[in-house]
């Protein structure tokens, strides 16, 4: 591997350099990322994806991205290759922004990369999971990326010590976004088609604003949510159902559900 070059001493702060989104390759940026992912999520080492499986992503037809501006690294995002029903997928474990980089489109550039890095090699889909109640994050994997969930994994990593987590189960949904379908374009802007009737919602999760805060301040009301919250998705999804989209409300946000189908 070679070292990575020095990026000329320009000015890295937010808004005042160009982001650049690439593969990583050097020793240097892989443990970039395991610092950036530390300073983000925090929680005991154990729980921090070790530099040498960056490396083993990125050597079997993983991906580590970096978004640097200059030289700094903004973001990064961890991807591992596998197997979905003997077709190839890309399973995004990680994506991260520093705090002072966020809000400026960085993790959907990651994303569009990872996007065109996977229609390159063959690959439809590339799922990664996330927490059903992170409304923004939900919005955006839904909304702005055109993803889909079908799968609830209750405490999926366990009770970690991450403060992100507030001490609860790590329920996740499992987002799968099929890179090249029409529902991804049309969200990516990149499609003049419209939806047909089968995305018609049939039903509401409603997560309430207020749950992180009592993640902090009363954490067994917050569980009660949490368990209401995991107990509908399980029931839509026997049902044959998906998650589609979020509406924001007045009081947190409500995830929209109905029949789909990749064709």
């Not at 640097?68 to 995002?77: K, N, V, Y």
């Not at 088609?193 to 749950?211: A, L, N, Q």
């Not at 919250?229 to 009081?251: H, P, V």
Request: a positive charge; one cysteine or more.
């Amino acid at each position: 591997m070679t070292r990575k070059q020095a990026g000329g001493g320009k000015d890295s702060r937010p808004g005042t350099t160009e982001v650049v989104v690439r593969h990583c390759q050097t020793l240097d940026e892989f443990e970039a990322c395991a610092r950036l992912q530390k300073g983000v999520w925090g929680g005991a080492d154990i729980e921090v994806v070790p530099l040498p499986l960056y490396v083993v992503a990125a050597e079997t037809g993983g991906q580590v991205l970096g978004a640097f501006a200059g030289e700094t690294m903004a973001g990064f995002t961890l991807a591992l290759a596998g197997l979905r029903e003997g077709k190839p997928l890309l399973h995004s474990h990680l994506t991260a922004v520093l705090e002072e980089y966020r809000n400026l489109g960085i993790g959907r550039r990651l994303k569009l990369f990872q996007r065109q890095d996977a229609l390159g090699r063959g690959i439809e889909l590339v799922e990664w999971t996330f927490d059903p109640l992170e409304i923004k994050n939900a919005y955006f994997n839904l909304v702005r990326l055109g993803a889909i969930a079908r799968r609830f994994l209750p405490n999926c990593y366990g009770i970690t010590t991450s403060p992100l987590h507030g001490g609860l189960p790590t329920d996740r949904l499992m987002a799968e976004w099929w890179v090249g379908s029409e529902r991804v374009k049309r969200a990516l802007g990149v499609s003049d088609s419209v939806g047909s009737g089968k995305d018609m919602p049939m039903e509401r999760v409603h997560v309430p604003g207020e749950i992180n805060d009592l993640k902090r301040t009363d954490r067994a009301r917050a569980a009660r949510m949490q368990r209401e919250i995991r107990e509908r998705f399980e029931d839509c999804f026997a049902r044959g159902y998906a998650a589609m989209a979020l509406e924001r409300t007045r009081d947190g946000g409500d995830y929209l559900l109905g029949p789909w189908s990749p064709s």
